[in-house]
């Protein structure tokens, strides 16, 4: 069964660099039929997309937030990373990593989905 | 960016109730829609995509409807597991979005 799992510290200084890790258990994450992402919650609302990685190293990611993410893959650990930089108040959230695969395909056309996420980590910004 | 706007943004039911959510894209999206349920402190699950399809292992009273902007969620015999927020995401184009939520609460 596969699993995500998020670590980092819960706490990070406004004006700093958030920085969290995805630990992919139970599948490898150079699988061609996968992209792993990022999605956060602030509290009491609702889900933004953050960015996409594929094991090659190509990203996409929120143009609301390209300026200061960075999302980066290690195939060796099986791991993903996110890093938000500049962070103030307003990215208080929960982060979730999630993977992203195609649900269904037909005429060349993929459907995707997030089928698999992390339990999230709860990231404080604040002095 | 694809808006995509629920409604309602809450509803009280009763177990056994029929209950419908209403997803709407700001332009066409196929079917292109999913649909996720969170439950409180936990991460979203996925319920159906491609608009209509039930992902594996979701009970059957789930069912979804649409395409192009408009799209439906449907709970066919609300259980009290099903007491939670829903969420429509659209999978057309990046940035992939989501609704606000459902919230669906027991009356």
């Known amino acids: 069964q596969l699993q995500l799992q998020e670590s980092g510290p819960g706490l990070v200084k406004p004006s700093e660099t958030l920085s969290l890790t995805c630990t992919v258990s139970?599948?490898?994450?150079?699988?061609?039929?996968?992209?792993w992402g990022w999605i956060r919650q602030p509290p009491g609302k609702g889900l933004e997309w953050i960015g996409s990685i594929y094991y090659s190293g190509s990203t996409y990611y929120n143009p609301s937030l390209r300026s200061r993410v960075t999302i980066s893959v290690d195939t060796s650990k099986n791991q993903f990373s996110l890093k938000l930089s500049s962070v103030t108040a307003a990215d208080t959230a929960v982060y979730y990593c999630?993977?992203?695969?195609?649900?269904?395909?037909?005429?060349?056309?993929?459907?995707?989905?997030?089928?698999?996420w992390g339990q999230g980590i709860l990231v404080t910004v604040s002095s | 960016d694809i808006q995509m706007t629920q409604s309602p943004s809450s509803l009280s039911a009763s177990v056994g109730d029929r209950v419908t959510i209403t997803c709407r894209a700001s332009?066409?999206?196929?079917?292109?829609l999913n649909w996720y349920q969170q439950k409180p402190g936990k991460a979203p699950k996925l319920l159906i995509y491609t608009a209509s399809s039930l992902q594996s292992g979701v009970p059957s009273r789930f069912s979804g409807s649409g395409s192009g902007t408009d799209f439906t969620l449907t709970i066919r015999s609300l259980q009290p597991e099903d007491f939670a927020t829903y969420y429509c995401?659209?999978?057309?184009?990046?940035?992939?979005?989501f609704g606000q939520g459902t919230k669906v609460e027991i009356k």
């Open positions: 999630a993977r992203r695969s195609k649900a269904y395909c037909s005429g060349g056309r993929c459907y995707w989905v997030f089928d698999y």
């Open positions: 995401q659209q999978s057309y184009s990046t940035p992939w979005t």
């Open positions: 139970g599948g490898s994450i150079s699988s061609s039929s996968y992209y």
């Open positions: 332009q066409s999206i196929s079917s292109y």
